[in-house]
Protein backbone atom coordinates (compact mmCIF):
# COMPACT_ATOMS: atom_id res chain seq x y z
CA UNK A 1 0.00 0.00 0.00
CA UNK A 2 0.95 3.54 -0.57
CA UNK A 3 0.09 6.11 2.52
CA UNK A 4 0.92 9.94 3.09
CA UNK A 5 3.60 9.14 0.26
CA UNK A 6 5.60 5.86 1.38
CA UNK A 7 4.87 2.89 0.07
CA UNK A 8 4.47 0.01 2.49
CA UNK A 9 5.48 -4.22 2.04
CA UNK A 10 4.08 -6.62 4.18
CA UNK A 11 4.70 -9.99 3.60
CA UNK A 12 4.71 -13.11 4.93
CA UNK A 13 7.78 -14.51 6.68
CA UNK A 14 9.39 -17.12 8.87
CA UNK A 15 11.99 -15.87 10.91
CA UNK A 16 13.01 -19.04 12.39
CA UNK A 17 14.43 -20.68 8.96
CA UNK A 18 13.70 -20.97 5.70
CA UNK A 19 11.34 -23.01 5.12
CA UNK A 20 7.54 -22.52 5.28
CA UNK A 21 6.46 -22.22 9.12
CA UNK A 22 5.59 -19.75 12.23
CA UNK A 23 4.56 -17.07 9.55
CA UNK A 24 4.64 -13.36 10.32
CA UNK A 25 3.73 -10.16 8.66
CA UNK A 26 7.48 -8.59 7.96
CA UNK A 27 7.32 -5.04 6.90
CA UNK A 28 9.32 -2.80 5.27
CA UNK A 29 9.22 0.85 3.38
CA UNK A 30 10.40 2.93 0.51
CA UNK A 31 9.51 5.81 -0.92
CA UNK A 32 10.19 4.49 -4.74
CA UNK A 33 9.66 1.24 -4.48
CA UNK A 34 13.05 -0.17 -5.19
CA UNK A 35 15.08 1.12 -1.93
CA UNK A 36 13.65 -0.42 1.44
CA UNK A 37 14.18 0.13 4.89
CA UNK A 38 12.93 -2.97 7.03
CA UNK A 39 11.00 -2.59 10.36
CA UNK A 40 9.80 -5.07 12.83
CA UNK A 41 7.13 -7.11 12.60
CA UNK A 42 3.82 -5.28 11.58
CA UNK A 43 1.58 -8.50 12.57
CA UNK A 44 2.54 -11.77 14.43
CA UNK A 45 0.75 -14.30 16.87
CA UNK A 46 -0.10 -12.99 20.03
CA UNK A 47 -3.81 -13.28 20.60
CA UNK A 48 -6.59 -16.28 20.51
CA UNK A 49 -7.73 -15.66 17.25
CA UNK A 50 -4.24 -15.85 15.28
CA UNK A 51 -2.01 -17.65 18.32
CA UNK A 52 -1.25 -20.64 15.38
CA UNK A 53 -0.28 -18.05 12.45
CA UNK A 54 -0.80 -15.06 11.08
CA UNK A 55 -1.39 -15.63 7.26
CA UNK A 56 -2.12 -13.44 3.98
CA UNK A 57 -4.22 -10.57 3.47
CA UNK A 58 -4.99 -7.18 2.13
CA UNK A 59 -4.85 -3.45 2.85
CA UNK A 60 -7.96 -1.24 1.94
CA UNK A 61 -7.92 2.08 2.75
CA UNK A 62 -10.70 3.19 4.79
CA UNK A 63 -11.57 7.29 4.50
CA UNK A 64 -7.45 7.09 3.52
CA UNK A 65 -6.63 6.06 6.50
CA UNK A 66 -5.22 1.63 6.04
CA UNK A 67 -6.77 -0.98 7.95
CA UNK A 68 -5.42 -4.77 7.48
CA UNK A 69 -7.38 -7.74 7.14
CA UNK A 70 -5.70 -11.17 7.81
CA UNK A 71 -6.15 -14.73 7.97
CA UNK A 72 -5.54 -16.02 11.80
CA UNK A 73 -5.00 -20.02 12.91
CA UNK A 74 -6.73 -20.38 15.97
CA UNK A 75 -5.94 -22.96 18.86
CA UNK A 76 -8.65 -26.03 17.72
CA UNK A 77 -9.05 -29.62 17.32
CA UNK A 78 -9.71 -29.02 13.56
CA UNK A 79 -6.11 -29.03 11.78
CA UNK A 80 -5.70 -25.33 10.45
CA UNK A 81 -9.39 -23.31 11.18
CA UNK A 82 -8.86 -20.17 9.97
CA UNK A 83 -10.54 -16.77 10.84
CA UNK A 84 -10.33 -12.98 9.31
CA UNK A 85 -8.72 -10.64 11.72
CA UNK A 86 -8.22 -6.90 11.40
CA UNK A 87 -5.64 -4.62 12.35
CA UNK A 88 -4.97 -1.03 12.49
CA UNK A 89 -2.23 1.34 13.14
CA UNK A 90 -1.50 2.09 16.67
CA UNK A 91 -0.29 6.02 15.52
CA UNK A 92 -1.75 7.23 12.62
CA UNK A 93 0.94 10.09 12.34
CA UNK A 94 3.79 7.90 12.73
CA UNK A 95 4.57 8.11 8.87
CA UNK A 96 6.14 4.39 8.94
CA UNK A 97 2.92 2.72 10.73
CA UNK A 98 5.17 0.12 12.52
CA UNK A 99 2.94 -0.78 15.58
CA UNK A 100 -0.33 -1.95 15.03
CA UNK A 101 -3.20 -3.41 16.96
CA UNK A 102 -5.75 -5.70 16.84
CA UNK A 103 -8.66 -4.83 18.55
CA UNK A 104 -9.92 -8.05 20.75
CA UNK A 105 -13.76 -6.30 20.52
CA UNK A 106 -14.18 -6.95 17.14
CA UNK A 107 -12.30 -9.96 16.40
CA UNK A 108 -12.41 -12.45 14.39
CA UNK A 109 -14.39 -10.21 12.00
CA UNK A 110 -15.19 -13.25 9.77
CA UNK A 111 -15.76 -16.91 10.83
CA UNK A 112 -16.26 -19.97 8.65
CA UNK A 113 -20.04 -20.12 9.05
CA UNK A 114 -22.79 -22.06 7.10
CA UNK A 115 -20.80 -25.02 5.75
CA UNK A 116 -17.44 -23.67 4.87
CA UNK A 117 -14.61 -25.61 5.03
CA UNK A 118 -12.78 -24.00 8.17
CA UNK A 119 -8.95 -25.23 6.64
CA UNK A 120 -10.10 -23.63 3.25
CA UNK A 121 -10.81 -20.27 4.41
CA UNK A 122 -7.97 -17.76 4.07
CA UNK A 123 -6.60 -14.42 2.44
CA UNK A 124 -8.79 -11.46 1.92
CA UNK A 125 -8.93 -8.81 -0.49
CA UNK A 126 -8.46 -5.70 -0.47
CA UNK A 127 -12.14 -4.19 0.00
CA UNK A 128 -14.55 -2.19 -2.41
CA UNK A 129 -17.35 -0.18 -2.00
CA UNK A 130 -20.76 -0.44 -4.27
CA UNK A 131 -23.01 1.64 -5.13
CA UNK A 132 -25.03 0.98 -2.47
CA UNK A 133 -22.08 2.12 0.14
CA UNK A 134 -21.67 -0.93 1.41
CA UNK A 135 -17.92 -2.52 1.61
CA UNK A 136 -17.19 -5.95 0.17
CA UNK A 137 -14.51 -8.48 0.42
CA UNK A 138 -13.74 -11.71 -1.14
CA UNK A 139 -12.10 -14.65 0.77
CA UNK A 140 -10.43 -17.94 -0.74
CA UNK A 141 -11.72 -21.03 -0.45
CA UNK A 142 -13.68 -24.54 -1.96
CA UNK A 143 -15.97 -27.32 -1.76
CA UNK A 144 -14.71 -30.59 -2.72
CA UNK A 145 -13.03 -29.46 -6.48
CA UNK A 146 -14.62 -26.11 -6.73
CA UNK A 147 -12.55 -23.23 -5.95
CA UNK A 148 -14.51 -20.14 -4.68
CA UNK A 149 -14.56 -16.54 -3.82
CA UNK A 150 -16.63 -16.11 -1.20
CA UNK A 151 -18.43 -12.59 -0.36
CA UNK A 152 -18.89 -10.53 2.44
CA UNK A 153 -20.35 -7.10 2.86
CA UNK A 154 -20.29 -5.04 5.67
CA UNK A 155 -21.11 -1.33 6.39
CA UNK A 156 -18.58 -0.35 8.83
CA UNK A 157 -15.54 -2.62 7.30
CA UNK A 158 -15.57 -3.94 10.90
CA UNK A 159 -19.52 -6.34 11.02
CA UNK A 160 -19.62 -8.46 8.21
CA UNK A 161 -22.66 -10.91 6.55
CA UNK A 162 -22.22 -13.66 4.49
CA UNK A 163 -23.37 -13.31 0.87
CA UNK A 164 -25.37 -16.02 0.06
CA UNK A 165 -23.81 -16.68 -3.72
CA UNK A 166 -20.13 -16.22 -4.31
CA UNK A 167 -18.71 -13.39 -6.27
CA UNK A 168 -17.00 -16.48 -8.57
CA UNK A 169 -16.37 -19.93 -8.65
CA UNK A 170 -14.67 -22.51 -10.63
CA UNK A 171 -15.24 -26.33 -11.24
CA UNK A 172 -12.48 -28.89 -11.04
CA UNK A 173 -9.54 -26.88 -10.19
CA UNK A 174 -9.06 -27.00 -6.22
CA UNK A 175 -8.88 -24.39 -3.69
CA UNK A 176 -8.22 -20.48 -4.38
CA UNK A 177 -5.29 -18.97 -2.70
CA UNK A 178 -4.69 -15.16 -2.07
CA UNK A 179 -7.88 -13.89 -4.38
CA UNK A 180 -7.30 -10.60 -5.99
CA UNK A 181 -10.56 -8.12 -7.50
CA UNK A 182 -9.70 -4.90 -9.18
CA UNK A 183 -11.12 -2.59 -12.22
CA UNK A 184 -8.82 -1.70 -15.70
CA UNK A 185 -9.29 1.08 -17.62
CA UNK A 186 -10.41 0.22 -21.03
CA UNK A 187 -8.20 1.97 -22.97
CA UNK A 188 -5.42 1.25 -21.01
CA UNK A 189 -3.50 4.41 -19.70
CA UNK A 190 -3.88 4.62 -15.57
CA UNK A 191 -4.81 2.41 -12.98
CA UNK A 192 -7.74 2.58 -11.47
CA UNK A 193 -8.88 2.40 -7.50
CA UNK A 194 -10.00 -0.82 -6.40
CA UNK A 195 -14.42 0.75 -6.01
CA UNK A 196 -14.29 2.18 -9.56
CA UNK A 197 -17.31 1.03 -11.80
CA UNK A 198 -18.38 2.30 -15.30
CA UNK A 199 -18.88 1.95 -18.71
CA UNK A 200 -15.29 2.37 -19.99
CA UNK A 201 -13.98 -0.13 -17.11
CA UNK A 202 -13.46 -3.97 -16.83
CA UNK A 203 -12.48 -6.61 -13.98
CA UNK A 204 -9.59 -8.90 -13.39
CA UNK A 205 -10.31 -11.69 -11.19
CA UNK A 206 -6.99 -13.88 -10.43
CA UNK A 207 -6.58 -16.78 -8.02
CA UNK A 208 -3.56 -18.20 -6.98
CA UNK A 209 -4.16 -22.25 -7.32
CA UNK A 210 -2.97 -24.51 -4.76
CA UNK A 211 -3.04 -27.82 -6.86
CA UNK A 212 -0.33 -25.93 -9.35
CA UNK A 213 1.37 -23.61 -7.48
CA UNK A 214 0.89 -20.91 -10.68
CA UNK A 215 -1.27 -17.30 -10.58
CA UNK A 216 -4.20 -17.31 -13.36
CA UNK A 217 -6.13 -14.17 -13.93
CA UNK A 218 -9.58 -13.69 -15.93
CA UNK A 219 -10.97 -10.24 -17.68
CA UNK A 220 -14.38 -10.12 -17.56
CA UNK A 221 -17.56 -7.93 -16.47
CA UNK A 222 -18.86 -7.40 -12.54
CA UNK A 223 -22.21 -6.78 -12.18
CA UNK A 224 -22.35 -4.91 -8.77
CA UNK A 225 -26.48 -5.01 -8.15
CA UNK A 226 -26.44 -9.07 -8.05
CA UNK A 227 -22.38 -9.10 -6.92
CA UNK A 228 -21.58 -11.35 -9.95
CA UNK A 229 -18.45 -11.62 -11.85
CA UNK A 230 -18.20 -12.77 -15.57
CA UNK A 231 -15.46 -13.63 -17.24
CA UNK A 232 -15.56 -12.54 -21.10
CA UNK A 233 -15.51 -15.40 -23.42
CA UNK A 234 -12.75 -16.91 -24.10
CA UNK A 235 -11.13 -15.85 -20.56
CA UNK A 236 -11.27 -19.16 -18.76
CA UNK A 237 -10.27 -20.53 -15.06
CA UNK A 238 -8.32 -23.46 -15.61
CA UNK A 239 -5.07 -24.20 -16.09
CA UNK A 240 -4.87 -23.06 -19.88
CA UNK A 241 -5.74 -19.84 -18.78
CA UNK A 242 -4.01 -16.47 -18.61
CA UNK A 243 -1.19 -16.06 -16.05
CA UNK A 244 0.81 -13.03 -14.48
CA UNK A 245 3.94 -15.07 -15.15
CA UNK A 246 4.97 -18.37 -16.76
CA UNK A 247 7.51 -19.19 -14.75
CA UNK A 248 8.56 -18.75 -10.80
CA UNK A 249 5.68 -16.53 -9.80
CA UNK A 250 3.02 -16.95 -6.93
CA UNK A 251 0.85 -15.14 -4.40
CA UNK A 252 0.89 -11.99 -5.82
CA UNK A 253 -1.54 -9.35 -5.18
CA UNK A 254 -1.98 -5.90 -6.52
CA UNK A 255 -2.60 -2.76 -5.00
CA UNK A 256 -3.90 0.47 -6.34
CA UNK A 257 -0.90 3.59 -6.43
CA UNK A 258 -2.97 6.79 -5.70
CA UNK A 259 0.26 8.73 -5.42
CA UNK A 260 0.72 7.77 -9.35
CA UNK A 261 -1.86 6.57 -10.86
CA UNK A 262 -1.21 3.00 -11.48
CA UNK A 263 -2.17 0.13 -9.94
CA UNK A 264 1.10 -2.19 -9.36
CA UNK A 265 1.53 -5.92 -8.79
CA UNK A 266 3.84 -7.76 -6.41
CA UNK A 267 4.61 -11.59 -6.64
CA UNK A 268 6.68 -13.80 -4.56
CA UNK A 269 9.21 -16.04 -6.91
CA UNK A 270 9.75 -19.34 -5.18
CA UNK A 271 12.99 -21.55 -5.13
CA UNK A 272 13.95 -24.10 -7.62
CA UNK A 273 16.24 -25.43 -5.57
CA UNK A 274 16.22 -28.39 -3.17
CA UNK A 275 15.41 -27.58 0.67
CA UNK A 276 18.06 -29.04 1.87
CA UNK A 277 20.10 -26.18 -0.20
CA UNK A 278 17.66 -23.97 0.97
CA UNK A 279 19.06 -24.79 4.60
CA UNK A 280 22.33 -24.11 3.26
CA UNK A 281 21.79 -21.07 1.56
CA UNK A 282 19.94 -19.97 4.99
CA UNK A 283 17.53 -18.00 3.16
CA UNK A 284 14.49 -19.01 0.19
CA UNK A 285 11.99 -16.72 -1.41
CA UNK A 286 12.28 -13.42 -3.09
CA UNK A 287 9.59 -10.72 -4.20
CA UNK A 288 9.95 -9.81 -8.27
CA UNK A 289 10.54 -6.60 -9.56
CA UNK A 290 7.08 -4.57 -9.03
CA UNK A 291 5.14 -4.21 -11.86
CA UNK A 292 2.90 -2.03 -13.50
CA UNK A 293 -0.50 -3.38 -14.94
CA UNK A 294 -2.82 -2.34 -17.46
CA UNK A 295 -5.09 -3.84 -19.68
CA UNK A 296 -3.93 -4.39 -23.49
CA UNK A 297 -5.71 -2.40 -25.95
CA UNK A 298 -7.02 -5.87 -27.26
CA UNK A 299 -8.93 -5.89 -24.06
CA UNK A 300 -8.51 -9.22 -23.69
CA UNK A 301 -5.02 -9.69 -21.51
CA UNK A 302 -3.10 -7.81 -19.43
CA UNK A 303 0.50 -6.04 -19.88
CA UNK A 304 2.90 -5.84 -17.43
CA UNK A 305 6.50 -3.67 -16.61
CA UNK A 306 8.79 -2.86 -14.47
CA UNK A 307 8.00 0.43 -12.66
CA UNK A 308 10.38 3.11 -13.85
CA UNK A 309 11.71 3.87 -10.35
CA UNK A 310 13.87 0.56 -11.29
CA UNK A 311 15.67 2.64 -14.23
CA UNK A 312 17.54 4.93 -11.24
CA UNK A 313 19.44 2.20 -10.39
CA UNK A 314 21.08 1.69 -14.66
CA UNK A 315 24.64 2.27 -14.55
CA UNK A 316 26.86 1.95 -17.34
CA UNK A 317 24.79 1.52 -21.04
CA UNK A 318 25.89 -0.71 -23.79
CA UNK A 319 24.18 0.21 -27.41
CA UNK A 320 23.95 -2.10 -30.25
CA UNK A 321 22.70 -1.27 -33.65
CA UNK A 322 20.40 -2.74 -35.94
CA UNK A 323 22.06 -5.88 -37.72
CA UNK A 324 21.22 -9.03 -39.40
CA UNK A 325 21.46 -12.14 -37.20
CA UNK A 326 22.74 -15.30 -39.45
CA UNK A 327 21.43 -18.80 -38.98
CA UNK A 328 23.57 -19.97 -36.11
CA UNK A 329 25.01 -16.77 -35.14
CA UNK A 330 26.09 -15.84 -31.37
CA UNK A 331 27.12 -12.15 -30.44
CA UNK A 332 28.41 -11.56 -27.48
CA UNK A 333 27.21 -8.24 -25.77
CA UNK A 334 30.18 -6.41 -23.85
CA UNK A 335 30.95 -4.06 -21.71
CA UNK A 336 27.78 -4.69 -19.42
CA UNK A 337 27.96 -6.55 -15.71
CA UNK A 338 26.05 -9.44 -17.26
CA UNK A 339 25.62 -10.77 -13.45
CA UNK A 340 23.35 -8.21 -12.77
CA UNK A 341 21.95 -6.36 -15.78
CA UNK A 342 18.85 -5.01 -17.64
CA UNK A 343 18.41 -5.78 -21.30
CA UNK A 344 16.01 -4.82 -24.02
CA UNK A 345 16.20 -6.74 -27.56
CA UNK A 346 13.75 -5.96 -30.43
CA UNK A 347 13.82 -8.19 -33.25
CA UNK A 348 11.62 -7.85 -36.92
CA UNK A 349 9.36 -10.48 -37.46
CA UNK A 350 9.86 -13.11 -39.66
CA UNK A 351 8.17 -13.82 -42.81
CA UNK A 352 5.12 -16.31 -41.93
CA UNK A 353 5.91 -18.23 -45.43
CA UNK A 354 9.86 -18.42 -43.42
CA UNK A 355 8.59 -19.98 -40.37
CA UNK A 356 7.78 -23.52 -39.49
CA UNK A 357 4.37 -24.73 -39.72
CA UNK A 358 2.34 -24.99 -36.86
CA UNK A 359 1.24 -28.62 -34.91
CA UNK A 360 -2.07 -28.23 -33.94
CA UNK A 361 -1.45 -30.81 -30.60
CA UNK A 362 1.05 -28.37 -29.52
CA UNK A 363 -2.25 -27.02 -26.69
CA UNK A 364 0.86 -26.57 -24.02
CA UNK A 365 3.83 -24.06 -24.75
CA UNK A 366 5.51 -25.15 -22.01
CA UNK A 367 6.13 -28.48 -23.18
CA UNK A 368 6.64 -27.26 -26.62
CA UNK A 369 9.61 -25.15 -25.11
CA UNK A 370 10.88 -28.14 -23.34
CA UNK A 371 10.91 -30.50 -26.60
CA UNK A 372 12.48 -27.72 -28.51
CA UNK A 373 15.28 -25.91 -26.64
CA UNK A 374 17.42 -23.24 -27.40
CA UNK A 375 19.74 -26.38 -28.59
CA UNK A 376 17.05 -27.65 -31.43
CA UNK A 377 17.37 -25.15 -34.71
CA UNK A 378 14.35 -24.62 -35.67
CA UNK A 379 13.59 -22.41 -39.01
CA UNK A 380 12.02 -18.76 -37.62
CA UNK A 381 13.77 -19.35 -34.48
CA UNK A 382 15.18 -19.65 -31.76
CA UNK A 383 16.68 -16.33 -31.49
CA UNK A 384 17.38 -13.87 -28.28
CA UNK A 385 18.74 -13.83 -25.65
CA UNK A 386 21.59 -16.49 -23.39
CA UNK A 387 21.73 -14.98 -20.24
CA UNK A 388 24.27 -16.02 -17.11
CA UNK A 389 26.45 -17.83 -19.70
CA UNK A 390 29.85 -19.51 -18.54
CA UNK A 391 32.52 -18.57 -20.90
CA UNK A 392 32.15 -22.10 -22.40
CA UNK A 393 28.75 -22.59 -21.94
CA UNK A 394 28.27 -24.93 -19.95
CA UNK A 395 25.80 -22.74 -18.44
CA UNK A 396 23.28 -20.47 -19.96
CA UNK A 397 19.83 -19.91 -19.87
CA UNK A 398 18.07 -18.65 -22.96
CA UNK A 399 15.30 -16.63 -23.48
CA UNK A 400 14.00 -16.86 -27.12
CA UNK A 401 11.33 -16.86 -29.74
CA UNK A 402 10.50 -19.48 -31.89
CA UNK A 403 7.81 -18.11 -34.73
CA UNK A 404 5.44 -20.42 -36.22
CA UNK A 405 2.93 -21.04 -39.30
CA UNK A 406 -0.42 -21.99 -38.45
CA UNK A 407 -2.60 -21.88 -41.74
CA UNK A 408 -1.49 -18.41 -42.34
CA UNK A 409 -1.23 -16.68 -38.96
CA UNK A 410 1.50 -16.21 -36.95
CA UNK A 411 2.18 -18.51 -33.71
CA UNK A 412 5.27 -16.68 -31.48
CA UNK A 413 6.35 -18.86 -28.56
CA UNK A 414 8.39 -17.25 -25.77
CA UNK A 415 10.48 -19.84 -24.09
CA UNK A 416 13.06 -19.35 -20.86
CA UNK A 417 15.01 -22.12 -21.05
CA UNK A 418 16.83 -23.27 -18.23
CA UNK A 419 17.80 -27.04 -18.78
CA UNK A 420 21.43 -25.97 -18.89
CA UNK A 421 21.29 -23.00 -16.09
CA UNK A 422 23.55 -24.90 -13.48
CA UNK A 423 26.13 -27.78 -13.49
CA UNK A 424 24.48 -28.18 -10.13
CA UNK A 425 21.93 -31.37 -10.97
CA UNK A 426 20.00 -30.92 -7.95
CA UNK A 427 17.88 -27.83 -8.82
CA UNK A 428 14.92 -27.93 -10.89
CA UNK A 429 15.77 -26.87 -14.43
CA UNK A 430 12.12 -26.82 -16.12
CA UNK A 431 11.98 -25.34 -19.09
CA UNK A 432 9.30 -22.53 -19.12
CA UNK A 433 6.55 -21.41 -21.98
CA UNK A 434 3.97 -18.78 -22.92
CA UNK A 435 2.14 -18.30 -25.95
CA UNK A 436 1.96 -14.61 -26.91
CA UNK A 437 -0.59 -12.99 -28.66
CA UNK A 438 0.20 -10.95 -31.63
CA UNK A 439 -2.04 -8.47 -33.36
CA UNK A 440 -2.69 -7.90 -37.05
CA UNK A 441 -0.13 -6.19 -38.77
CA UNK A 442 2.21 -6.15 -35.73
CA UNK A 443 5.72 -6.66 -37.37
CA UNK A 444 7.65 -6.08 -33.88
CA UNK A 445 9.05 -8.43 -31.39
CA UNK A 446 10.94 -7.55 -28.09
CA UNK A 447 12.58 -8.70 -24.89
CA UNK A 448 13.39 -7.09 -21.52
CA UNK A 449 15.17 -9.17 -19.69
CA UNK A 450 16.13 -8.24 -15.55
CA UNK A 451 19.49 -10.33 -14.73
CA UNK A 452 20.03 -10.07 -11.24
CA UNK A 453 22.54 -13.24 -10.20
CA UNK A 454 20.29 -16.37 -9.88
CA UNK A 455 17.20 -14.86 -11.11
CA UNK A 456 15.83 -13.53 -14.91
CA UNK A 457 12.64 -11.93 -15.16
CA UNK A 458 11.56 -11.33 -18.99
CA UNK A 459 9.20 -9.52 -20.41
CA UNK A 460 8.31 -10.65 -24.07
CA UNK A 461 6.42 -8.26 -26.60
CA UNK A 462 5.56 -5.23 -24.30
CA UNK A 463 4.94 -7.66 -21.10
CA UNK A 464 2.60 -9.36 -22.75
CA UNK A 465 4.33 -12.36 -21.39
CA UNK A 466 6.36 -12.73 -18.59
CA UNK A 467 8.52 -16.03 -17.89
CA UNK A 468 10.79 -15.99 -14.38
CA UNK A 469 13.37 -18.15 -14.04
CA UNK A 470 15.16 -19.45 -10.99
CA UNK A 471 18.28 -20.33 -11.70
CA UNK A 472 21.77 -21.26 -10.07
CA UNK A 473 24.72 -20.88 -11.74
CA UNK A 474 27.99 -21.98 -10.49
CA UNK A 475 30.43 -21.02 -13.20
CA UNK A 476 28.62 -17.70 -14.50
CA UNK A 477 28.93 -15.81 -11.20
CA UNK A 478 29.80 -12.26 -10.68
CA UNK A 479 32.96 -11.68 -13.46
CA UNK A 480 32.45 -14.98 -14.72
CA UNK A 481 28.91 -14.70 -16.33
CA UNK A 482 28.25 -13.35 -19.52
CA UNK A 483 25.34 -12.19 -21.81
CA UNK A 484 24.48 -12.86 -25.51
CA UNK A 485 21.87 -12.27 -28.32
CA UNK A 486 21.68 -15.51 -30.72
CA UNK A 487 19.81 -16.70 -33.22
CA UNK A 488 20.25 -20.53 -33.95
CA UNK A 489 17.33 -20.54 -36.76
CA UNK A 490 18.24 -21.46 -40.18
CA UNK A 491 16.54 -17.86 -41.62
CA UNK A 492 17.92 -14.87 -41.02
CA UNK A 493 16.27 -12.48 -38.19
CA UNK A 494 16.95 -8.90 -37.88
CA UNK A 495 17.66 -7.86 -34.53
CA UNK A 496 16.57 -3.86 -34.68
CA UNK A 497 18.45 -2.71 -31.81
CA UNK A 498 20.05 -3.96 -28.35
CA UNK A 499 20.19 -1.56 -24.85
CA UNK A 500 21.78 -3.17 -22.00
CA UNK A 501 22.59 -1.56 -18.85
CA UNK A 502 24.70 -2.34 -15.87
CA UNK A 503 22.60 -2.06 -12.57
CA UNK A 504 23.86 -0.97 -9.58
CA UNK A 505 22.26 -2.78 -6.17
CA UNK A 506 19.60 -1.17 -4.09
CA UNK A 507 19.78 0.15 -0.91
CA UNK A 508 18.17 -1.90 1.56
CA UNK A 509 18.65 -1.04 4.97
CA UNK A 510 17.74 -3.02 8.40
CA UNK A 511 17.07 -1.40 11.89
CA UNK A 512 19.25 -2.98 14.92
CA UNK A 513 16.34 -4.74 15.72
CA UNK A 514 15.52 -6.63 13.10
CA UNK A 515 19.50 -7.56 11.49
CA UNK A 516 19.09 -11.16 13.24
CA UNK A 517 16.14 -12.19 11.49
CA UNK A 518 16.22 -10.66 8.11
CA UNK A 519 18.05 -11.70 5.09
Request: net charge neutral.
Amino acid sequence: MVYNGIYHLMYQWNPLGPVWGNIVWAHATSTDLINWQHHKHAIYPSESFDIKGCWSGSATMIEGKPVIQYTGIIESNQWNYQVQDMAVPKNFSDPYLVEWDKPAKYNPVMKPIDGINASSFRDPTTGWKGPDGKWRVVIGSKIDREGMAILFRSDDFIHWTKAEEPLHSGKEIGMWECPDFFPVAVDGKKGLDTSVLGPNVKHVFKVSLDDTKHDYYTVGTYNPATDKYTPDEGSVDNDSGLRYDYGKFYASKTFFDSEKHRRILWGWINESSSVENDAVKGWSGVQAIPRVLLLDKSGKQLKQWPVKELNELRGEKVYLHSTVLKGGSVVEVTGVTASQADVFVKFKLPKLEDAETFDSSWSNPQLLCSSKPASVQGKSGPFGLIALASKNFEEQTAIFFRIFNNQNKYVVLMCSDQSRSSTDDTNDKTAYGAFVNMEPHHDKLNIRSLIDHSIIESYGVDGKAVITARVYPTIAIDTGARLYVFNNGTQDVKMSSLKAWSMKKADIRYLEDSKTSNT
